[in-house]
């Protein structure tokens, strides 16, 4: 029997990253400007690493405790109180990175054939993680304006769903929820009896109002596990260290699955973490204003030749390019080819994203406008063909 017949019929289903191949297609390619990846451009704030260094030079390089550094997990559960959360460290699970969190929230509460809500457009790896849970991963398009309510959720109802997966501000598309849509969702969430998995990595980057949890709506608590971590907020993805938030039964089966395939955080990781915690709000705000400014920038150029909504979180743009006749993966490849410009087709996050696409404006200043530029040479050739 050929080796790729041994492999798993569910890994043999699911596709690879859409956003990979993407990225694997500029590797090497000095004249590419990379709006693909939503990886930031910050450099890791200096007394992060400066404590890494420091840990290491202590020979800090053992194991922790499975859930993570007592003073890190306090030290999460504090900072929580931000978004509006009242937990306690005892409530935390340390995760490598979001991902990790992601898998582990599934495993953790999906039975074979239990029906997980994903609405979409959505990060790539719901879906996948969901069926490789044995869930039945079930899609909710959210198009016209990508925002979810009661409405849009009711007609679900009837697939007697267990688990909601949730990410606001959300990539692709840049929205986020005001409390009082939050609320709408959460009647749907109680009055279904279901679990939501809140994937809440861009917290610390809403440009409107305030970020409040899910979790801090009234019975919400014990119902949403909050998934959260440093990679977006302090450019820390290599480091691949996020936690998990949920009720104690949650918390406790996430652990029973992350003690044998993680065991633990990477320590060094988990150090820099507390590090982070400890940075002044004013250091996060002059990132975030940074960002907004480069939002500011490229949505306005962009809406000049494509329709575009003006994100209020994350660092993603996502236009339509339906008016160029192309359909996003011809889009987005041909502007790679021809101008240099890398982006990720909409239907990498979903089928509903077709006739969209995801420009991350987490580069510099003087990259956005050449990008921009030569994004609209590419458009104003097609409308003229
Ligand atoms: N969740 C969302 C919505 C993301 O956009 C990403 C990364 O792009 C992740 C999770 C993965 O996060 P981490 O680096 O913490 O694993």
């Not at 990846?37 to 840990?55: A, H, K, L, T």
Request: aromatic letters at 10%; proline letters at 5%; hydrophobic letters at 40%.
């Amino acid at each position: 029997m050929p080796l790729s017949r041994k492999i798993s019929e569910r890994v043999q289903a699911i596709r690879p990253s859409g956003i990979r191949r993407f990225f694997e297609l500029v590797i090497g390619r000095k004249d590419v400007i990379s709006l693909g990846v939503g990886e930031p451009d910050f450099p890791v704030p200096w007394s992060i690493r400066e404590s890494m260094i420091y840990s290491l030079e202590k020979g800090w390089t053992s194991y922790t405790s499975n859930l993570g550094l007592k003073e890190l997990r306090d030290g999460i559960a504090e900072y929580y109180k931000k978004f509006g959360v009242e937990t306690s460290g005892e409530n935390v699970l340390v995760t490598t990175g979001v991902s990790e969190g992601l898998d582990l929230a599934l495993r953790a509460t999906i039975n074979p054939g239990d029906v997980v809500l994903i609405p979409e457009p959505c990060y790539v790896a719901y879906k996948p993680l969901a069926f490789l849970a044995y869930g039945e991963p079930v899609s909710i398009p959210t198009n016209p304006d990508f925002r979810l309510n009661y409405d849009v959720l009711k007609p679900y109802s009837k697939f007697e769903p267990k688990v909601l997966v949730l990410n606001y501000p959300n990539n692709p598309t840049g929205i986020t929820y005001t409390k009082k849509e939050l609320e709408e969702i959460a009647d749907f969430v109680i009055d279904n009896d279901m679990i939501v998995i809140s994937d809440e990595i861009y917290a610390e980057l809403t440009y409107k109002g305030k970020h409040v949890s899910i979790a801090s709506l009234n019975g919400m608590e014990e119902k949403t596990v909050i998934l959260n971590g440093f990679s977006k907020a302090y450019a820390m993805t290599g480091f691949r260290i996020g936690y998990a938030i949920a009720p104690d039964e949650i918390v406790q089966a996430m652990t029973k699955i992350h003690q044998y395939c993680m065991l633990c955080a990477p320590i060094t990781s988990q150090i820099g973490a507390l590090e982070a915690l400890k940075l002044k709000d004013e250091e996060m705000d002059k990132i975030r204003a940074e960002y907004m400014r480069r939002r500011n920038f490229f949505v306005k150029r962009l809406s000049k030749f494509l329709d575009v909504k003006m994100p209020e979180g994350a660092f993603y743009a996502f236009p339509s390019i339906k008016e160029t006749g192309l359909s996003s993966e011809e889009f987005a490849e041909r502007l790679l080819i021809e101008k240099g410009v890398a982006v990720v087709p909409g239907n990498a996050f979903g089928e509903c994203g077709e006739g969209f696409v995801r420009c991350a404006y987490a580069v510099s200043m003087e990259k956005l406008k050449e990008a921009v530029e030569r994004m609209e040479e590419f458009v104003e050739n097609l409308k003229s063909d």
